[in-house]
């Protein structure tokens, strides 16, 4: 596709449960970035991958956030019994070699109810 | 450390009316800034981005930024406002070397018939 998709767009879950958001980048991006946007707040840095390495992991909340991308394209990260202050939205950005701008996804808005 | 600080959470301006978005930051190295556009239910859109080449930066849709090294300031402006104008508008910092992105808290812009 022309831009970074996420899916599923929307998420609820109960208090407790685990889930999955995707991140499909653009074609041929190897940086990737995971963001969580709380209500009313700027996007906070979760995790960075080049490729398929996982370089920086600094702002993972807990350790019930993991996040993976095995063949260096998709990315998926994944909350373990997720609680009511992971609701938020996740945000993945791409970006290729060189001095080019990050493009971001629409987002991944999860409610934890 | 990296940091910006967004001076205002709101700024309401009449269309038509200069919009005038501060930001100050903070970095222990000639920074890269960006200003980043958020329309509800859409994707961060990047406006403009400076990284010491002109300390004026144009952008896209009439803003622009001036980079000011003694104030440490990094403000967003437009001669005049437009209704679609009308967005949360975020300042950034780049931080590292992969460039890792610190968001400030952000600003929502309304303009008013």
């Known amino acids: 596709g022309a831009g970074v998709s996420q899916s599923p767009r929307y998420k609820v879950a109960k208090r407790g449960q685990d889930v999955a958001l995707r991140c499909d980048p653009i074609?041929?991006?190897?940086?990737l970035f995971w963001y969580q946007q709380a209500l009313g707040q700027g996007p906070e840095f979760l995790t960075y991958f080049q490729n398929e390495a996982q370089l920086d992991k600094s702002g993972l909340p807990s350790d019930r956030f993991f996040a993976e991308r095995p063949e260096g394209s998709v990315s998926t990260l994944k909350i373990q019994r997720t609680q009511q202050e992971d609701s938020a939205v996740y945000l993945c950005?791409?970006?290729?070699?060189?001095?080019?701008?990050?493009?971001f996804g629409n987002g991944t808005r999860l409610t934890v109810t | 450390a990296q940091s910006v600080t967004q001076l205002d959470s709101h700024v309401s301006v009449s269309e038509g009316t200069p919009v005038l978005l501060r930001c100050n930051y903070s970095s222990s190295y000639s920074p890269s800034l960006f200003w980043y556009v958020q329309h509800p239910n859409k994707g961060l859109q990047l406006l403009l981005k400076y990284t010491s080449a002109a300390t004026l930066v144009k952008g896209i849709n009439g803003f622009e930024a001036e980079f000011k090294k003694s104030e440490t300031s990094f403000h967003l402006t437009k001669p005049s406002a437009h209704m679609s104008d009308a967005a949360e508008y975020f300042c950034v910092v780049s931080g590292g070397g992969y460039n890792k992105l610190i968001f400030g808290a952000g600003t929502r812009l309304a303009v008013h018939p």
């Open positions: 950005a791409t970006l290729s070699r060189g001095d080019s701008p990050l493009h």
């Open positions: 074609s041929g991006h190897v940086s």
